[in-house]
């Protein structure tokens, strides 16, 4: 049975807006500020998780974002992302660079993830997708929370958390790591019968 992982990169606050300044927010590029150690860290670590994958599941415009950065570019990360089943949740048609093996979710997004969750055996990362890793938080899909924080408290933009529900979601912290001198990744696991 396949596990839903939502890996995402976070401030500390839990702004996840624009976090490359691609998108106009007055405060966005806080994820540009890290560089050098902290940034060859974080990219071993990103490298692994692909590696160990089974498939990625991620929203239409994630998936542009990734498909027009990762598409052509050159080494080994880039090759297992491009070799990775992609399942894209989109309503809409796909627009940019296509990409290798992937396939549109269509119909009800619960029912297809708790479906590919039977079919596929392994980790299937979420990267991004805000709107589609809501759906699944409100709907106890996510089997596991990876979030690298960075030290930045913005005080405004979107967050991940804010249109899951009013239901108390118990997470378990399962383990913390340093990420150079200034990430940290908590990785988190829904407590399912508290």
């Not at 401030?11 to 050098?36: I, K, M, N, R, S």
């Not at 796909?94 to 396939?103: I, S």
């Amino acid at each position: 049975m396949g596990k839903i992982i939502v890996s995402e990169n976070v401030t500390l606050d839990g702004v996840v807006q624009d976090p490359t300044g691609e998108e106009g927010f007055a405060l966005g590029g806080w994820f540009t500020h890290f560089t050098g150690a902290d940034r060859e860290e974080w990219s071993a670590i990103e490298y692994a998780e692909a590696r160990d994958a089974a498939a990625l599941l991620l929203g239409r415009r994630t998936y542009e974002w990734f498909a027009a950065r990762w598409a052509a570019r050159p080494g080994d990360w880039a090759d297992r992302l491009r070799e990775l089943p992609k399942y894209v949740v989109a309503s809409a048609a796909l627009d940019g660079p296509d990409w290798n093996h992937v396939e549109v979710v269509k119909g009800e997004v619960v029912e297809e993830v708790s479906d590919m969750r039977r079919r596929i055996d392994g980790e299937i990362v979420v990267y991004g997708s805000r709107e589609l890793v809501q759906a699944l938080l409100a709907h106890d899909l996510v089997d596991e929370l990876r979030l690298t924080t960075f030290p930045y408290l913005l005080g405004a933009g979107e967050r991940w958390f804010d249109r899951i529900g009013p239901a108390t979601r118990p997470l378990r912290l399962v383990a913390t790591r340093a990420i150079g001198h200034t990430l940290a990744l908590h990785t988190y696991r829904p407590e399912r019968d508290a």
